[in-house]
């Protein structure tokens, strides 16, 4: 799915600041996952996976908006955040 928007983003310059946002928000999550292995008394991880999820949300909203993905989409936030980093 993140592939799709990408190339779309090069003719829409506010879906690419969208997903620049996005691409920040996964790593900073992707890294908070990694170092939370053991127990999360702070509540840190959640608050960032709820954080990097209002963004894939924008994301999501606005390319309903403009068709560029179907009313249909659901996504796990791990996977996603993972699609994201890798790129």
């Known amino acids: 799915m993140f592939n799709t ?3 779309a983003s090069k003719s ?3 879906l690419d600041r969208l997903l620049a946002e996005a691409r920040e928000y996964a ?3 992707v ?3 990694q170092r939370q292995k053991g127990c999360d008394g702070m509540g840190e991880l959640a ?3 709820e954080e ?3 963004v894939v ?3 999501i909203q606005y ?3 403009k068709k560029y993905i179907s009313q249909d989409v659901s996504y796990d936030i791990d996977s996603i955040a993972d699609e994201i980093v890798k790129d």
């Open 52 to 54: 990097f999820r209002d």
């Open 63 to 65: 390319c309903k908006e």
């Open 57 to 59: 949300d924008k994301v």
């Open 31 to 33: 890294l908070t996952r």
């Open 5 to 7: 928007l990408q190339q």
């Open 47 to 49: 608050t960032m996976k």
């Open 27 to 29: 790593q900073v999550y």
């Open 12 to 14: 829409d310059s506010h």
